[in-house]
């Protein structure tokens, strides 16, 4: 048999300590990518979806809500872009200026 096992306190790793300090700040880097990768996911699935009737008022409303995407067969990697590019500003912005409040 082995020696004494250690105790739960030993087994537990200490975090650094840049880890312990609770600053509350968002990587607004991250948050862009993390929310146009999603939103230019749901774009395309969107696009894909618009053979049928209820896909159809997606496109339309997508084709507001961006200039120059229309319901065209290739537009689905043009409305792919506009949207991810759209959410990852969205999504910094929102990250810097809640950075900005949280001081």
């Known amino acids: 048999m082995s020696g004494p096992q250690p105790s739960t306190q ?25 929310a ?3 939103w230019g996911a749901a774009v395309a699935f969107l696009e ?7 896909g159809e008022r997606w496109r ?3 084709a507001d809500l961006y200039p120059g995407y ?16 759209d959410a990852f500003v969205l999504g910094y912005l929102f990250g ?3 950075n900005r409040l949280a001081r």
Do not use: N
């Open 48 to 54: 894909l979806a618009a053979g049928t009737k209820y």
């Open 70 to 85: 229309s319901s065209e067969p290739g537009d689905l990697v043009w409305g792919t872009v506009l949207g991810v590019v």
């Open 36 to 38: 146009g990768i999603i």
């Open 10 to 34: 030993e087994q537990t790793r200490t975090p650094p300590a840049e880890a312990t300090e609770a600053t509350g700040k968002v990587d607004a880097r991250a948050l862009g990518l993390s």
């Open 60 to 62: 339309l409303l997508l």
């Open 96 to 98: 810097r200026i809640y």
